[in-house]
């Protein structure tokens, strides 16, 4: 089965088309790292939650949205070497993201059901 990365970050709602712009541009980049798919969500309908929700979780501000992005790889042995090969790219130096990265969550998920 797949293996998925999983995000979620803050962006600010001004910026949708510069996050939009460098999503792509990263999309092209993982998928050329043998990633299968990468999707991006901007959120729409996303509630502000009492004890846990997405904007808690990432502390949103105001003017920020919170964007929900997944990357699919065919396995975890695929994706820990792109990984490795990615931490060098000059597109994943911090300062170039168009986001706060320090309130990004991010983790890897094996598939256990994919229908």
Do not use: N
Not at 27 to 41: D, M, N, Q, R, W
Not at 50 to 78: C, G, H, M, N, Y
């Amino acid at each position: 089965m797949s293996y998925v990365d999983g995000f979620v970050a803050p962006v600010a709602t001004a910026d949708k088309e510069t996050y939009r712009a460098h999503a792509a541009e990263m999309a092209e980049i993982f998928k050329g790292e043998g990633a299968l798919a990468v999707t991006e969500c901007w959120g729409d309908q996303v509630p502000e939650g009492e004890v846990t929700s997405f904007p808690l979780a990432v502390k949103l501000q105001p003017e920020e949205t919170v964007v929900f992005s997944w990357i699919v790889w065919p396995s975890r042995d695929a994706r820990d070497p792109a990984w490795e090969r990615l931490s060098d790219h000059p597109k994943m130096v911090p300062s170039e993201m168009p986001f706060d990265g320090k309130r990004m969550i991010y983790g890897g998920f094996e598939a256990i059901l994919e229908a």
